[in-house]
């Protein structure tokens, strides 16, 4: 059986620029990224977030992870008033690898949640 090797570098930017107002209008954002890599697959994945100040992000990346595979996942949360993320991975077959990464910087009252 001749096993063929894949690779792919994914990147994913999110933002929003909410300025601060007197209405407080709140944004939401929610959204799902699911990775699937087949056997000897290599993925890197970006999933780069930048909002404003009137934002609550809540968001799901998902890998599933094959024989001999790999994903690397690297998050970047800048902005927004609540962030919450969750980054899982399966690995279903033997010899599947996963490296997940996340980075968050803010100021003020923000709430951060990985």
């Known amino acids: 059986m001749q096993v063929r090797a894949c690779f792919a570098l994914i990147c994913f930017r ?5 300025p601060r107002s007197r209405n407080k ?4 954002v929610g959204h799902v990224i699911e990775v ?3 056997q ?3 993925v890197r994945l970006l999933v780069d977030q930048r909002w404003g100040v009137q934002t609550q992000d809540y968001s799901i990346v998902r890998s599933r992870i094959g024989r001999d595979a ?3 996942v690297a998050t970047l949360a800048f ?7 969750t980054v899982e991975a399966v690995l279903d077959q033997e010899g599947g690898r996963s490296l ?15």
Do not use: P, T
């Not at 999110?14 to 909410?18: A, C, D, Y």
């Open 70 to 72: 790999e994903v690397q």
């Open 36 to 38: 699937i890599a087949d």
């Open 79 to 85: 902005g927004g008033s609540v962030f919450k993320q």
């Open 25 to 28: 209008i709140v944004h939401f």
């Open 14 to 18: 999110f933002g929003h620029i909410s």
């Open 100 to 114: 997940i990464r996340g980075v968050a910087l803010g100021d003020a009252n923000q709430h951060f949640d990985f």
């Open 40 to 42: 000897a697959a290599r």
